[in-house]
C-alpha cells in the first residue's frame, strides 16, 4: 500500500492577497494556489489583469474570485471582506501586497501626496488587518495568519521616496505590534522583498548590474516572495517574523538610490 501524499501546506485555505492583479501581488497569489489555497484576488483599478490573475487561477482548477476595493477607503474595505466572506464561507490568510510607490522629496512633498501615499501604504493594511481580524476571531475554531509585504526602503529610506520610505516603515512596526496584539489566535508576519522583479521603467543592464552587486550575485524573482509567504502563513509556531527575501540585500551599506 502506499503512503498518502502529504497535505499542501494551505490546502483549502482561504487567501486573499491584496494588490494582487500583477507583479508581486500576482505572484503570492499564484504561490497560494499552488500551495493548495482558495484565492480571493483583490484589486483597485487593474480590472483587466485581476480577470487575466484569475483566468489563470481558473485554468489550474482553483477556487478564486476576484473583488474591487480602493483600500484606502474605510467603506470599501469593509464592503470587500463581507464580500470574501460571503463568496469563500471563512477567511485563513491575509497578504498585505497592494501599495502605491509614489516619489516625493520631502521638500517637494505636497500634503495631499504625503497623505495619499500614508493612505495607501500603511492606513490601508491597517483597515485590512482590522477588518481580517475581526472575521478571523469571529469563525469556528477562531484563527488566521497575515502577511505583510514590507521594503527594503522601509529600513534604508530613499531621498525621492519620503512618504513610501515613511509608510513602510511604519508598517513594519505595525506587523510586530499586531503579532502581540493579536496572539495567540492570529499570527502576524512579514516579508521583505529586495529586488525581485524589475521596474518597468528599469534599463535591463541597470537592473542586472544591481543584481550582480548583492552577496548571491544575483537578482531575485517574485515567486521567491510567493514562497516566502506560503512558508510563513503556513508555519503555525511563527509570528512577529520579519524575512528578507532580498539576496543579502540587507547585508550591504546605504543604497545610493
Known amino acids: ?17 491584496t494588490g494582487s492583479a500583477h507583479r508581486v501581488g500576482k505572484a503570492i497569489a499564484l504561490a497560494a494556489a499552488a500551495a493548495g489555497a482558495r484565492v480571493a484576488v ?11 490573475t ?8 482553483i477556487d ?3 473583488f474591487q476595493a480602493d483600500q484606502a477607503d474605510p467603506a470599501q474595505v469593509d464592503a470587500l471582506f463581507a464580500a470574501v466572506i460571503q463568496r469563500f464561507g471563512r477567511l485563513d490568510v491575509l497578504v498585505n501586497s497592494a501599495s502605491a510607490f509614489l516619489p516625493g522629496e520631502f521638500l517637494d512633498l505636497d500634503i495631499a501626496d504625503w497623505q495619499r501615499g500614508l493612505a495607501v501604504n500603511l492606513s490601508g493594511p491597517l483597515l485590512c488587518c482590522q477588518a481580517a481580524a475581526r472575521r478571523m476571531l469571529d469563525q469556528d475554531p477562531p484563527g488566521g495568519a497575515i502577511v505583510n509585504i514590507l521594503d527594503t526602503i522601509g529600513r534604508r529610506p530613499w531621498p525621492r521616496f519620503t512618504a513610501h520610505s515613511v509608510a513602510k516603515a511604519g508598517l513594519l512596526h505595525l506587523s510586530t505590534s499586531l503579532a502581540r496584539n493579536l496572539a495567540p489566535h492570529i499570527r502576524v508576519n512579514a516579508v521583505v522583498p529586495g529586488p525581485v522583479l524589475k521596474p518597468d521603467a528599469m534599463p535591463a543592464a541597470r537592473w542586472e548590474a544591481l543584481g550582480a552587486r548583492l552577496p548571491l550575485g544575483r537578482a531575485g524573482q517574485a515567486g521567491d516572495v510567493g514562497r516566502a509567504v506560503v512558508y510563513l502563513a503556513a508555519e503555525r509556531f511563527l509570528t512577529g517574523v520579519v524575512l528578507s527575501v532580498d539576496g543579502g540585500d540587507g547585508l550591504l551599506g546605504s543604497s545610493d538610490e
Not at 42 to 52: G, L, T, V
Not at 54 to 61: I, P, R, T
Open 42 to 52: 483583490h484589486y483597485h483599478r487593474a480590472e483587466a489583469a485581476a480577470q487575466a
Open 64 to 66: 478564486a474570485a476576484a
Open 54 to 61: 484569475l483566468d489563470e487561477l481558473h485554468a489550474w482548477g
Open 1 to 17: 500500500m502506499s503512503a498518502s501524499a502529504a497535505p499542501l501546506p494551505l490546502q483549502d485555505q482561504v487567501v486573499l492577497v
